[in-house]
T-cell receptor
Framework: DAGVIQSPRHEVTEMGQEVTLRCKPISGHNSLFWYRQTMMRGLELLIYFNNNVPIDDSGMPEDRFSAKMPNASFSTLKIQPSEPRDSAVYFC????????????FGPGTRLTVT | AQTVTQSQPEMSVQEAETVTLSCTYDTSESDYYLFWYKQPPSRQMILVIRQEAYKQQNATENRFSVNFQKAAKSFSLKISDSQLGDAAMYFCAYRRSTSYGKLTFGQGTILTVHP
């Protein structure tokens, strides 16, 4: 069974550009999470979906960030406009109530904003 | 709000020896889950072990075991017979027991394994 799939694995962009990160959760999982990892702040939750509905977006840094989950098999995290301080590794994770809600992480997207 | 603290930024161990990584947490909940995740240089987050707070028995997964002290809010990870492949960043994480799935992570501990 394929794990969580994220694309791209690496993204380098210039300040002011729009960036879209993509995630395909594990089939059958009903919860999806976006985390950000930085040296300064460690791993922090950005947003959490349950059954495609955003449940908690309190971790989204500001209006430049938005996330969508149009269906059970796809989610996007968009940054517009991007800034150098957005440089980080962005992880997507999914979980299912049938396996005690354990979260399985994707390989992450390393974003560099110059 | 729940917090997770890992007081050891770095640890090292000789191959085949045993090492213990520390983690403390703060919560007002009585039921919750605790996890240890491993992040090797590939940056993939790998679940190592899980502990349910309502279980008194410490979880064990092969060479990995935990010492869960609920009253002290302590959750340490013991790695026995350390291997070179154990070298990684290790994160302790907390999650409420309800279906709400947010993980709160500690700052991480870098583990170096010397041959």
């Amino acid at each position: 069974d394929a794990g969580v799939i994220q694309s791209p694995r690496h993204e380098v962009t210039e300040m002011g550009q729009e960036v879209t990160l993509r995630c395909k959760p594990i089939s059958g999982h009903n919860s999806l999470f976006w985390y950000r990892q930085t040296m300064m702040r460690g791993l922090e939750l950005l947003i959490y979906f349950n059954n495609n509905v955003p449940i908690d977006d309190s971790g989204m840094p500001e209006d430049r960030f938005s996330a969508k989950m149009p269906n059970a098999s796809f989610s996007t995290l968009k940054i517009q406009p991007s800034e150098p301080r957005d440089s980080a590794v962005y992880f997507c994770a999914s979980s299912s109530r049938t396996i005690s809600y354990e979260q399985y992480f994707g390989p992450g997207t390393r974003l560099t904003v110059t | 709000a729940q917090t997770v603290t890992q007081s050891q930024p770095e640890m090292s161990v000789q191959e085949a020896e045993t090492v213990t990584l520390s983690c403390t947490y703060d919560t007002s909940e009585s039921d919750y889950y605790l996890f240890w995740y491993k992040q090797p240089p590939s940056r993939q987050m790998i679940l190592v072990i899980r502990q349910e707070a309502y279980k008194q028995q410490n979880a064990t997964e092969n060479r990995f075991s935990v010492n869960f002290q609920k009253a002290a809010k302590s959750f340490s990870l013991k790695i026995s017979d350390s291997q070179l492949g154990d070298a990684a960043m290790y994160f302790c994480a907390y999650r409420r027991s309800t279906s709400y799935g947010k993980l709160t992570f500690g700052q991480g501990t870098i583990l170096t394994v010397h041959p």
